[in-house]
T-cell receptor
Framework: SQQGEEDPQALSIQEGENATMNCSYK?????LQWYRQNSGRGLVHLIL?????REKHSGRLRVTLDTSKKSSSLLITASRAADTASYFC?????????????FGAGTQVVVTP | KAGVTQTPRYLIKTRGQQVTLSCSPI?????VSWYQQTPGQGLQFLFE???????NKGNFPGRFSGRQFSNSRSEMNVSTLELGDSALYLC????????????FGNGTRLTVT
């Protein structure tokens, strides 16, 4: 079963626009991570935010975490065609954690030139 | 630094057969995790190995097994293949602590006919 729910399921934007996607989860977590997957390829780690952090930035990425609402958001600013991919949030559980991330269903992002 | 390497890239097998998938982690990474990705169930955790020991296991039947060698390379075996085992199998390596991100290979696409 999947821990997280991403919203929206799909997002279509033009180059230069911002893309925002949300993730909700159900149980207490150690951390929350975001990954990107290009079609048919492996996942690429984007950013990790700890449960005691509220916001984190990395380049054009901004992640927020609200543990009281069990939700997170990923903002990609000034989108490029190369950002076209599926984006997954993944939570690191408090127990039985070794190597185990619980992934959401993902948001498919299409950025058109 | 070389990334995570999975072989083979594609496999076609018949129901009832068995299959072995291979994963070479990033140099220095002692943890290897395996995930199954399908359109219906998304990304699901299979198991994690650290220093040749299985530390964590997902909810898959005993037909799914794995092992890790002293050089941290890992193999995953699926016996008595079923049609539902068709999936992208992803291997990920990490340093093995709870906050290290997972570094994924490009996966092995298994088709069971």
């Amino acid at each position: 079963s999947q821990q997280g729910e991403e919203d929206p399921q799909a997002l279509s934007i033009q180059e230069g626009e911002n893309a925002t996607m949300n993730c909700s989860y159900k149980t207490s977590i150690n951390n929350l991570q975001w990954y990107r997957q290009n079609s048919g390829r492996g996942l690429v780690h984007l950013i990790l935010i700890r449960s005691n952090e509220r916001e984190k930035h990395s380049g054009r990425l901004r992640v927020t975490l609200d543990t009281s609402k069990k939700s997170s958001s990923l903002l990609i600013t000034a989108s490029r065609a190369a950002d076209t991919a599926s984006y997954f949030c993944a939570t690191g559980p408090l127990t039985d954690s070794w190597g185990k991330l619980q992934f959401g269903a993902g948001t498919q992002v299409v950025v058109t030139p | 630094k070389a990334g995570v390497t999975q072989t083979p890239r594609y496999l076609i097998k018949t129901r009832g057969q068995q299959v072995t998938l291979s994963c070479s982690p990033i140099s220095g990474h002692r943890s290897v995790s395996w995930y199954q990705q399908t359109p219906g169930q998304g990304l699901q955790f299979l198991f994690e190995y650290f220093s040749e020991t299985q530390r964590n296991k997902g909810n898959f039947p005993g037909r799914f097994s794995g092992r890790q060698f002293s050089n941290s390379r890992s193999e995953m075996n699926v016996s008595t293949l079923e049609l539902g085992d068709s999936a992208l199998y992803l291997c990920a390596s990490s340093l093995g602590d709870l906050e290290s991100p997972l570094h994924f290979g490009n996966g092995t696409r298994l088709t069971v006919t």
